[in-house]
């Protein structure tokens, strides 16, 4: 059974950094795209990034290009998501995702196969 654990999230002010990380286990992910969503009160859930665990690449949403990398280690089966300039906007649960088939901007969140509990990242003006 796979299992996804984010941790990271946290209260930051504008203009702060914060690093997301995803553990992953229960099988083997070499096949996998691994990627992170977010849902603000009151808005679905909107993809910001992903990345394919053979060939290390990286899909970004528009919103979040510049601001935000995704980055994997395969020894830890772990995925980050390097968040900078932060906004009040950027408010909201972060999850992890993982699925067998690629997902990126496009992906509506129904067809992702595995999702972490989530993490709550506030950021204050």
């Known amino acids: 059974q796979v299992q996804l654990v984010e941790s990271g999230g946290g209260l930051v002010q504008a203009g702060g950094s914060l690093r997301l990380s995803c553990t992953a286990s229960?099988?083997?992910?070499?096949?996998?795209?691994m990627g992170w969503f977010r849902q603000a009160p009151g808005k679905e859930r909107e993809f910001l990034a992903s990345i394919t665990w053979s060939r290390d690449t990286p899909y970004y949403a528009d919103s979040v290009k510049g601001r935000f990398s995704i980055s994997r280690d395969t020894t830890t089966n772990t995925v980050y998501l390097q968040m900078n300039s932060l906004k009040p906007e950027d408010t909201a649960v972060y999850y992890c995702?993982?699925?067998?088939?690629?997902?990126?901007?496009?992906?509506?969140?129904?067809?992702?196969?595995?999702w972490g509990q989530g993490t709550q990242v506030t950021v204050s003006s």
């Open positions: 229960g099988r083997t992910f070499s096949s996998f795209t």
């Open positions: 995702a993982a699925d067998p088939l690629l997902f990126a901007q496009r992906t509506t969140p129904g067809a992702i196969d595995y």
